[in-house]
C-alpha cells in the first residue's frame, strides 16, 4: 500500500479466530489458524487469518483458539419436548415402552410442559454444538417460541397419528394445524415447517396421502419413523401385504423430500430402490441401540448414495440430545456391526450430521461454511486434555469431543451460547436457573400424570 493512501476495510458483525476450521465445503476445505466473518447473519468471508483479518473492520473479535471451528451440527429427527421424559421408562422394547408408558402421559401433555420440555432441549442442543434440529411433535407454538427465546433454528412437523393427541381430537386437524403453522411462520427467520407421520402402524393410507399431498404443494420435509423394528415389518405385511418400504413407495410417498427415520430392517433390494427414490434417511443410532431394534445398514446406504442424515430420537429413548456422542456412536456400531473397522469412517459421519442433516431437510444453505451461507458455527476448546494433542481434527470431533467443549454455538450469526452462557435466552428473560426449575416442575407434573 503506498504512502498516505487509505486502506479500506469491510465492516463485519463478528471476525472469529480458531485453530482449526472444517468449513465442509464441497472440497472438505479445513483451515489452519482460520478467519471466520460474519456479517448480517451470514458468513462473509472465512480462510487464513493472515489473508482475511486484515481487510475486516469487525465490531467484536472473538478469539477462540485454541479452538476448533466447524459448521453447527444439525440433529435431522427429535422429539423435543419429550426431555420431561428423560429417565421415565428405560430398558423396555419399543411397543411396551410407547403403549404403556409414553404414549399414556403424552396424551395428558400441556402445553406449559411442551413449552419447558423444548427450552432445556434448545439448551442442551446448544450446550453440545448443535444449531439446528427437526422436531416431529405437537403443540408446536410451544416448541417455536422455545427456539426463538434460545435463537436456535428448528424444522417443526406436527405429527400424524390415528388418534388423539394434545394438538387435536381428529387426526384430520392435524392438516389444518400445519397450514396454520405456514401462515404463521411464513416470515419467521428460525423456523421452517415440516409434515410428520409418526409411523405406517400409526397412520391410515388416507392420512399419508394427505400428508404426502401437503407436502409437495408446500415443498415441504415429508418425515416418518420407518422399518424400526422386525415387528413393524411383520405387522405391515399382515395389514397391506407389504412391508413397509413397499407400502410408503405403492403409495407414492418416497422421494427427495422423504426423510425416512431409522430404516433399520431393510434388505438389499429395498436398499437399491430406496436410492432410486432420492429420500432421504435420518440414522438415530442411540435409539435404535438403547430399544434394540438392531442395527441400520448406514454404510451399505452411502454406498448406493442414499443421502443419510443423523438423529438423536428423543430424551425418553437415548436419553440425550448430544448430536456429538451421536457421532461416534454411529461410526464405533457400524464397525462392530459389520466387523470391519474401515466401514463409516469420522469424514462420513461429520458429513451425516453437518450437510447430510441440512440436504435431508431441504436447507443446502446450511451445514458448510461458505460465504453467503447463514453464519451456523460451533467452535471447540482444544484447551481440554481430551482435545490434544491434534494430528486429525475430524477425528478429534468425532471420536475424542464428548460434546461439552463447546464454547461458541452461533444461529444466524447471533451467539446464542458462549463459555457457558446462554446470551439470546438471558434477552429473553430467561437463565439456567430457570431451566432447572422448570425441570423440577416438569418431573412433578409428570409424576403426578403416570
Ligand atoms: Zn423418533
Redesign the pocket.
Known amino acids: 500500500m503506498g504512502k498516505g493512501s487509505v486502506q479500506v476495510t469491510t465492516p463485519c458483525d463478528y471476525l472469529i479466530r480458531a485453530d482449526w476450521c472444517l468449513t465442509q465445503d464441497d472440497e472438505r476445505t479445513i483451515i489452519e489458524d482460520a478467519a471466520i466473518a460474519v456479517a448480517e447473519g451470514r458468513v462473509l468471508a472465512l480462510g487464513p487469518w493472515d489473508e482475511v483479518a486484515p481487510g475486516l473492520d469487525p465490531a467484536e473479535i472473538l478469539d477462540m483458539r485454541p479452538g476448533l471451528a466447524l459448521p453447527g451440527l444439525i440433529n435431522a429427527?427429535?422429539?423435543a419436548a419429550m426431555t420431561v421424559f428423560r429417565g421415565l421408562a428405560d430398558d423396555l422394547p419399543l411397543m411396551p415402552w410407547l403403549t404403556e408408558h409414553i404414549w399414556p402421559v403424552e396424551a395428558r401433555l400441556t402445553p406449559e410442559m411442551v413449552g419447558m420440555g423444548a427450552r432445556l432441549a434448545c439448551a442442551e442442543m446448544l450446550r453440545t454444538g448443535t444449531t439446528c434440529f427437526a422436531d416431529?411433535y405437537f403443540l408446536h407454538a410451544e416448541t417455536a417460541r422455545a427456539v426463538q427465546d434460545a435463537g436456535m433454528r428448528a424444522v417443526l412437523c406436527e405429527g400424524v397419528l390415528n388418534f388423539p393427541t394434545p394438538s387435536y381430537a381428529t387426526p384430520e386437524a392435524a392438516f389444518a394445524i400445519v397450514e396454520q403453522m405456514l401462515d404463521v411462520y411464513a416470515d419467521a427467520e428460525l423456523i421452517d415447517v415440516g409434515m410428520a407421520h409418526h409411523a405406517v402402524y400409526t397412520n391410515t393410507r388416507e392420512l399419508l396421502e394427505r400428508g404426502r399431498d401437503l407436502a409437495a404443494e408446500h415443498g415441504l420435509p415429508w418425515m416418518i419413523?420407518l422399518a424400526e423394528t422386525e415387528h413393524e415389518t411383520r405387522d405391515c405385511l399382515d395389514a397391506t401385504g407389504m412391508r413397509p418400504l413397499a407400502w410408503l413407495d405403492s403409495l407414492d410417498c418416497l422421494g427427495p423430500r422423504s426423510v425416512l427415520?431409522?430404516c433399520v430392517d431393510l434388505d438389499d433390494t429395498e436398499i437399491a430402490r430406496l436410492a432410486e427414490t432420492g429420500a432421504n434417511v435420518a440414522h438415530?443410532p442411540q435409539?435404535n441401540m438403547k430399544l434394540a431394534n438392531g442395527f441400520c445398514p448406514a454404510q451399505k446406504m452411502l454406498d448406493a448414495g442414499i443421502a443419510v442424515a443423523l438423529?438423536t430420537?428423543?430424551a425418553a429413548?437415548n436419553n440425550d440430545l448430544n448430536m456429538v456422542a451421536e457421532m461416534a456412536t454411529a461410526a464405533l456400531v457400524q464397525k462392530v456391526h459389520r466387523a470391519d473397522p474401515t466401514v463409516l469412517p469420522a469424514k462420513d459421519v461429520l458429513d451425516m450430521a453437518t450437510r447430510g442433516g441440512a440436504d435431508a431437510l431441504g436447507r443446502p444453505d446450511l451445514g458448510r461454511l461458505v460465504p453467503g451461507n447463514p453464519a451456523d458455527l460451533v467452535v471447540m476448546d482444544l484447551s481440554q486434555p481430551n482435545m490434544q494433542p491434534v494430528h486429525s481434527p475430524v477425528s478429534q470431533v468425532v471420536y475424542a469431543a464428548t460434546g461439552l467443549e463447546t464454547r461458541l454455538t452461533m444461529v444466524a450469526g447471533r451467539p446464542a451460547f458462549l463459555d457457558g452462557e446462554y446470551p439470546v435466552l438471558k434477552n429473553s428473560g430467561l437463565d439456567r436457573a430457570s431451566l432447572l426449575e422448570d425441570a423440577r416442575r416438569a418431573r412433578d407434573w409428570v409424576r403426578k400424570n403416570p
Open positions: 429427527h427429535c422429539h416431529m419413523h427415520v431409522h438415530c435409539s438423529g430420537d428423543g429413548s
